[in-house]
């Protein structure tokens, strides 16, 4: 069973930076792949960034390219996302997500974590 806990969010004004953390828990975990997705309000779940166990690569949606950076730390069980040049749309409800597939889709994970919350004032 893969357990997986954010923490690091809060309230930030525009242009400034965050450091979600996601601690995960399994025997098995470093084999999953990894992501990031945002659930605004009244707003399905949208994929934000992903991370392969394997060879590290990772992926980025559009509206987060070149501002965010996700990372994990195998030994430690640990993911990342840090947030930088925050703007007003990328706040919401961010949660960490495992899977053994990969990819941008909901259907990719199957283990979630409770989400965390990130306010970004204008």
């Known amino acids: 069973q893969v357990q997986l806990v954010e923490s690091g969010g809060g309230l930030v004004q525009a242009g400034g930076s965050l450091r979600l953390s996601c601690e995960a828990s399994g025997h098995t975990v470093s084999t999953y792949n990894m992501a990031w997705f945002r659930q605004a309000p009244e707003t399905g779940r949208k994929f934000v960034a992903y991370?392969?166990?394997?060879?590290?690569?990772?992926h980025y949606s559009d509206s987060v390219q070149g501002r965010f950076t996700i990372s994990r730390d195998n030994a430690k069980r640990m993911i990342y996302l840090q947030m930088n040049n925050l703007k007003p749309e990328d706040a919401g409800v961010y949660y960490c997500a495992a899977g053994l597939a990969s990819g941008t889709s909901i259907e990719a994970y199957g283990h979630w974590g409770q989400g965390t919350q990130v306010t970004v004032s204008s």
């Open positions: 991370i392969r166990w394997s060879s590290g690569g990772t």
